[in-house]
C-alpha cells in the first residue's frame, strides 16, 4: 500500500525540541524527493522543508531555517524533521509530502495524514 | 519571494454551480502551479499540476488554466462531495515553493 505515515507530535514548552517522522511504504522511497508541509489550526498550508532525494541538497523556509534540520534514512524508509527551539507559532500539523514530476512539472502526489505539534507551556 | 493571492477567500454555492477560483502570482511562474483540495481533518489531495493538466482518478469536471501570472480553477458543476477548501501552489522556483491562501467552498 503506497502510503506516508507521519509520528512524534505532541505538546512541547516554548524554547523545546521535538523529532517528526515519516514512514514510507509502497514506492521506492530513495527515488524521490520529499518535503515536510505544515498547516497552523484554521489556516493554511505553509512548506517548510525539502530533501533532495540522496538527502545531499536541503531547502528551508525562512521562518525555520537555524532551528529545524529536514534528514532522511532511505535504509529505513523514513523522513525525520528535527525541530529546535520551538514557538508557540510553530503549533500547526505536520504533513510529510513526496515530490513528484512530468516533463520537469512538480507537484505533490502523496501526503501523510499528519501529526499534531502543540508548542504551549 | 513569490507570493501567490486566491480569490475570493471564501464562496457559497450550490450544487450544480459552475465555481471559479482565482490564483493570481506576484511574478511570472510559466506553467508551474499546482491545485489542490482539502477536506476538514485530512490531508490536501492533488487535483491539478502543470497549470491544466488533471490529475488521474479526479472527475473531469474539474479544470485548471492559465500561465505566466493568472490561473483559475474550474468546477463545472459542484458536486456535494467538493465542499473543501481549495489551494493553489506554485513551483516555479522549486524546491522552494509557496501556496496560497486558500478558497473555502461551502454549501449556499
Known amino acids: 500500500q503506497v502510503q506516508l505515515v507521519e509520528s512524534g507530535g505532541g505538546v512541547v514548552q516554548p524554547g523545546g525540541s521535538l523529532r517528526l517522522s515519516c514512514a514510507a511504504s509502497?514506492?521506492?522511497?530513495?527515488?524521490?524527493?520529499m518535503h515536510w508541509v505544515r498547516q497552523a489550526p484554521g489556516k493554511g498550508l505553509e512548506w517548510v522543508a525539502f530533501?533532495?532525494?540522496?538527502?545531499?541538497?536541503?531547502y528551508y523556509a525562512d521562518s525555520v531555517k537555524g532551528r529545524f534540520t529536514i534528514s532522511r534514512d532511505n535504509s529505513k524508509n523514513t523522513l525525520y524533521l528535527q525541530m529546535n527551539s520551538l514557538r508557540a507559532e510553530d503549533t500547526a500539523v505536520y504533513y510529510c509530502?513526496?515530490?513528484?514530476?512530468?516533463?520537469?512539472?512538480?507537484?505533490?502526489?502523496?501526503w501523510g495524514r499528519g501529526t499534531l505539534v502543540t508548542v504551549s507551556s | 519571494d513569490i507570493q501567490l493571492t486566491q480569490s475570493p477567500s471564501f464562496l457559497s454555492a450550490s450544487v450544480g454551480d459552475r465555481v471559479t477560483i482565482t490564483c493570481r502570482a506576484s511574478?511570472?511562474?510559466?506553467?508551474?502551479l499546482a491545485w489542490y483540495q482539502q477536506k476538514p481533518g485530512k490531508a490536501p489531495k492533488l487535483l491539478i499540476y502543470?497549470?491544466?493538466t488533471l490529475q488521474s482518478g479526479v472527475p473531469s469536471r474539474f479544470s485548471g488554466s492559465g500561465s505566466g501570472t493568472e490561473f483559475t480553477l474550474t468546477i463545472s458543476s459542484l458536486q456535494p462531495e467538493d465542499f473543501a477548501t481549495y489551494y493553489c501552489?506554485?513551483?516555479?522556483?522549486?524546491?522552494?515553493?509557496?501556496f496560497g491562501g486558500g478558497t473555502k467552498v461551502e454549501i449556499k
Open positions: 509530502a513526496k515530490a513528484e514530476s512530468t516533463t520537469n512539472y512538480w507537484y505533490f502526489d502523496l
Open positions: 530533501i533532495r532525494y540522496d538527502g545531499s541538497n536541503k
Open positions: 509502497g514506492f521506492t522511497f530513495s527515488s524521490y524527493g
Open positions: 502543470a497549470a491544466s
Open positions: 511574478q511570472g511562474i510559466s506553467s508551474y
Open positions: 501552489q506554485q513551483l516555479n522556483s522549486y524546491p522552494l515553493l509557496t
